[in-house]
């Protein structure tokens, strides 16, 4: 079996090894050719836009989306170094049929990914990926003459952008001392720049990308800087983003860290007391965290659950009438303002519901107790065969029977990257870690 070219998240490797530029070229000729045979075209000339994250590989991969994308006959915006939420909203606001991002988002520098999103801004479909796989390579005529698609530079757009984020909030954040960590990646230029609009006071670090250090100890997966910055300069509160800023993770007063979950019960709650949560539901991933669910049910509200990825959180939520949902790892869908995950909506909603309810963000975040949670990612094994072990399944089951209902067991392949991940959770961190240890070398043996 031929492995799927598109992951949860788009296509994603090695930049000029996985990812090579007549790879990125053929991947856009072949989504033009495909939207153009469903219709999405029909009527009119194309349009797409193309935005990119600042690793130095989106400058080559960049030229080789925009060449294809032109070859097909679809005129290009280049909106240049901005966030993938940008690039969603740009694809709505300006009217375009196709918007493509290139990012790896929380990946080191070395990786990048193609992600696209059709018209009105929201990923493109399984089955549409699926065909953009089977048209690649192919033979085809393109367009000549005045059928050729035009590029011009449009990088003043991120203007439109900012100005929509502080369209969507109800109050200033003025009094809100905020340290921001931008990655080094695309919401360096966005992030500090629509906190400081809105009012606050900002303190940014890791806001001078160089094309190499992407992520490299800032941003959401590495807390430790902004932690100690946030004690240092005496903030309310820290955010961090991830090198594309489609998530979103804090950091309170004290330096304590507060994840996706804890974010999305603090906004649900105040998005439900202003009576803007349809349904009294929020939308979540199996890896929320099980304090995240017991936290929603003490306060009346429903939790529906999904695979892991924000695509089937917007699925569930556009499927089910919901306007709020979202991951663990900070990827927050408010769909009232956004078709994606939005870490820099997220964390202006987030300082203007401390501004709002003048509490402190630990406070805020005693709504809910996370259970201890370990996760472990296991490389080098056969990540297909996960679901369908016999040997893993019995692990599997002899764990869940020694947790009890006091804690859950999941296993499952990863979406984006060549491993299995293992999560655990327990009342007791060490109880959870032992489980998930052995869980680990089970699969090392099984897989």
């Known amino acids: 079996m031929v492995a799927r070219l598109f992951g949860t998240d788009g296509v994603r490797g090695v930049a000029n090894r996985d990812l090579t530029a007549s790879l990125a070229l053929d991947l856009s000729v072949a989504a033009a050719r495909v939207l153009g045979e469903v219709g999405a075209f029909e009527g009119h000339r194309p349009v797409a836009v193309v935005g990119r994250d600042p690793r130095a590989s989106g400058e080559f991969l960049e030229a080789a989306v925009v060449a ?7 005129d290009v915006l280049r909106l240049g170094v901005l966030p993938t939420p940008a690039v969603a909203y740009l694809t709505q606001s300006l009217g375009a049929d196709l918007g493509v991002m290139l990012s790896a988002s929380h990946n080191p520098a070395p990786d990048n990914g193609i992600k696209f999103f059709g018209r009105g801004g929201h990923k493109l479909a399984d089955e549409i990926e699926d065909q953009v796989e089977a048209h690649l390579g192919q033979d085809w005529a393109g367009p000549t003459g005045p059928g050729v698609g035009r590029v011009r530079d449009a990088h003043g757009e991120v ?10 909030l ?3 954040l003025d009094g ?6 931008c990655a080094h990646g695309a919401a360096s230029g966005v992030s500090p720049e629509a906190l400081r609009r809105a009012g606050a006071t900002v303190i940014a670090i890791g806001a001078s990308p160089d094309g190499l250090n992407i992520n490299d100890g800032y941003g959401s997966t590495h807390l430790e800087r902004l932690q100690r910055a946030v004690v240092e300069n005496a903030a309310d509160a820290g955010i961090a983003h991830d090198g ?3 998530r979103c993770l804090a950091v309170t007063a004290s330096g304590e860290a507060i994840d996706g979950d804890q974010i999305m019960a603090i906004l649900a709650l105040e998005l439900r007391d202003t009576g803007k949560l349809p349904g009294d539901t929020v939308v979540a991933t199996v890896m929320s965290n099980l304090g995240f669910k017991l936290a929603m049910r003490d306060q009346g509200l429903n939790v529906v659950e999904t695979a892991v990825g924000d695509r089937y959180v917007l699925e569930a939520m556009k499927a089910g009438g919901y306007a709020f949902g979202g991951e663990q790892s900070g990827h927050v869908i408010m769909l009232d303002h956004a078709t994606t995950g939005d870490g820099v909506l997220t964390g202006l909603h987030l300082l203007s519901t401390i501004a709002h309810r003048r509490r402190p963000l630990d406070e805020l975040a005693k709504v809910m107790t996370r ?6 990612n296991v490389k080098g094994v056969d990540k297909s065969k996960a679901k369908t072990s016999p040997e893993l399944a019995a692990a599997v089951q002899a764990a869940e029977a020694e947790l009890g209902d006091g ?3 999941l296993i499952r392949p990863s979406g984006t990257e060549p491993m299995v991940r293992v999560m655990v959770e327990a009342q007791a961190e060490d109880q959870a870690r032992v489980v998930a240890e052995r869980l680990a070398e089970a699969v090392r043996a099984a897989l």
Do not use: C, W
Request: charged letters at 15%; zero cysteines.
């Open 371 to 376: 259970l201890p949670q370990v996760l472990i």
């Open 407 to 409: 804690g859950r067991v």
């Open 68 to 74: 294809g994308l032109a070859s097909a006959g679809v």
């Open 176 to 181: 809100v001392k905020v340290v921001v960590d």
């Open 170 to 172: 109800p109050g200033s």
């Open 244 to 246: 594309d800023a489609d």
């Open 159 to 168: 203007e439109s952008y900012i100005a929509h984020l502080l369209s969507t």
